[in-house]
């Protein structure tokens, strides 16, 4: 059994909030843990610097394929836990399975992971905005098996794949050592699922810490953290990174015609999570 847990998701789906709220329930500061040093019992596990050390000299990330970054990753990730102290929260964006035969994630580092899931209606929404796309473009992009992200100097690609096939990858296999999450549930009981987290963590009951974490990660104060100071994990083509973080907002925005792509696009596992709105139920 390793020691780190994966927060995974699919892109603008939730990890930063989620990966805030463990900061500061574990940290349990007097005050909101800064958005931008989220790395005291957490990290990302694309970032580049991580893989320095096992390439030739002279070389950089950015002239890797992603095989070569893929195979290289099970020995950064061994690195990344054993310099860890006690548990290590990684985020990624990967699916859970391979990449030309090499593993994405670490077997033999792995505790177990958290995995949050948001309506794709609503995730084109943010995907669009955030890497200035059009949502025809963002539909298209979450629909495609061999979407990734770029390979840039501060971050290693990484295979992301579809929204359907990211959320199965995650969640097909009833795991005790994974929690699955939903964004909508996050959003409208967030005492309930939060401590839902607080167990996964092995920590007591504790109402009081439970609801000062849950107020310091909340979506006001994450926005209001970046208005004052930037967030350092912002891509470059977005205005900000938290931008509304309600659910539902595709009734106002995507066309029917949209809609039903989305639906025939990731119809099982939007069923599976029971997102297909009841007026368009086949």
């Known amino acids: 059994m390793g020691n780190i847990v994966w927060v995974s998701s699919y892109p603008k789906s939730g990890n930063t909030w989620v990966r805030t709220f463990i900061e500061n329930y574990i940290q349990d500061l007097p005050t909101a843990v800064n958005i931008n040093t989220l790395h005291q019992i957490s990290t990302a596990e694309a970032y580049s610097y991580r893989f320095a050390d096992h390439l030739a000299k002279g070389k950089t990330t950015t002239e890797l394929s992603m095989a070569e970054v893929c195979a290289?990753?099970?020995r950064v990730q061994s690195a990344m836990a054993s310099e860890a102290q006690g548990s290590l929260f990684v985020k990624t964006h990967n699916i859970l399975g391979n990449f030309e035969g090499y593993p994405l994630h670490n077997s033999t580092v792995t505790a177990g992971a958290i995995y949050i899931v948001r309506n794709p209606l609503d995730v084109v929404i943010s995907l669009a905005n955030y890497f200035d796309y059009t949502i025809d473009e963002a539909i298209s992009y979450m629909a495609e098996e061999m979407t990734g992200t770029p390979n840039e100097p501060a971050t290693v690609p990484q295979y992301i794949s579809s929204w359907s096939v990211h959320a199965k990858s995650w969640t097909q296999h009833k795991q005790k050592e994974f929690l699955i999450l939903r964004y909508e549930d996050l959003l409208d009981n967030?005492?309930?699922?939060?401590?839902?987290?607080?167990?996964?963590?092995?920590?007591?009951?504790?109402?009081?810490?439970?609801?000062?974490?849950?107020?310091f990660s909340s979506f006001e104060q994450l926005k209001n953290q970046e208005k004052q100071s930037g967030f350092v994990e912002k891509h470059e083509n977005a205005n900000?990174?938290?931008r509304e973080g309600r659910k539902?907002?595709?009734?106002?925005?995507?066309?029917?015609?949209?809609?039903k792509k989305i639906i025939s696009d990731?119809?099982?596992q939007m069923?599976?999570?029971?997102?297909?709105?009841?007026?368009?139920?086949l």
């Open 72 to 74: 290289i990753r099970p």
């Open 240 to 242: 900000s990174f938290f």
């Open 190 to 215: 967030p005492q309930k699922m939060f401590k839902k987290v607080e167990s996964f963590l092995g920590m007591k009951k504790n109402p009081a810490r439970l609801n000062k974490a849950i107020r």
């Open 248 to 259: 539902n907002q595709w009734r106002s925005i995507l066309t029917p015609e949209q809609v």
């Open 271 to 281: 069923k599976e999570f029971k997102y297909i709105p009841k007026e368009y139920k």
């Open 266 to 268: 990731h119809f099982e």
